[in-house]
Every structure is written in C-alpha cells, then in structure tokens.
C-alpha cells in the first residue's frame, strides 16, 4: 500500500505563496493520477487538484484556478502544490492521494493563511 507523507503548509498572511510536497513511498506512483485535497474545520474534504500520470494534463476547482498549480517529479515519486495569492479561505488540511482517491490518507499539512 502507498503511503503518503504531506510537507510545507505553515502561516502565512492573505497574498501569501506556499508550496506544498507529497512523497509517495512504493515503485507505483508514476501509474497514478494524483490529486490534492483539503478539509477547512467543520466541512467535509474537497477536491483541489488533479494530476495525470505524465504530468501533461492537470484540472482544478474553480475556487484556485489561475493561483495554485500541481506538478509531479515521477523520479522523486513526489507531486507538488504551489499555492499563489492565498486567501483566508483557503485555510484547511491539505492532503494528496491517488485520484480517485482510494486506501488511507496521509496526516495532511496544515495551511493557515491570516487576513
């Protein structure tokens, strides 16, 4: 089973950038789709990002289109969120998984993004 670390949230103020990294451990990664995904307190975990295998197409909520963007390095068996121009809102627990998502989630990392 893969297992999913998450690094990199941390606070910063509205406008702020952070940048986001998932290692994923096993020789599978590069078959994948990966996603990221994130749970504000008291709401339900929602999609943010989508990955293909390559790298070569991505898909976004519409609620970070044109300021977050996912990548992947297959030789690192990493993927990567850079987050641009935050805001409040998008303060949450941000986890990544296979996408669809299936088997456990890793601890997230914590993103805090102050007005």
């Known amino acids: 089973q893969v297992q999913l670390v998450e690094s990199g949230g941390g606070l910063v103020q509205a406008g702020g950038s952070l940048r986001l990294s998932c290692a994923a451990s096993g020789r599978t990664f590069s078959r994948y789709a990966m996603g990221w995904f994130r749970q504000a307190p008291g709401k339900e975990r929602e999609f943010v990002a989508r990955?293909?295998?390559?790298?070569?197409?991505?898909y976004y909520t519409d609620s970070v289109k044109g300021r977050f963007t996912i990548s992947r390095d297959n030789a690192k068996n990493t993927v990567y969120l850079q987050m641009n121009s935050l805001k409040p809102e998008d303060t949450a627990v941000y986890y990544c998984?296979?996408?669809?998502?299936?088997?456990?989630w890793g601890q997230g990392t914590q993103v805090t993004v102050s007005s």
């Open positions: 998984n296979k996408d669809p998502p299936e088997g456990s």
């Open positions: 990955i293909s295998r390559s790298g070569g197409n991505t």
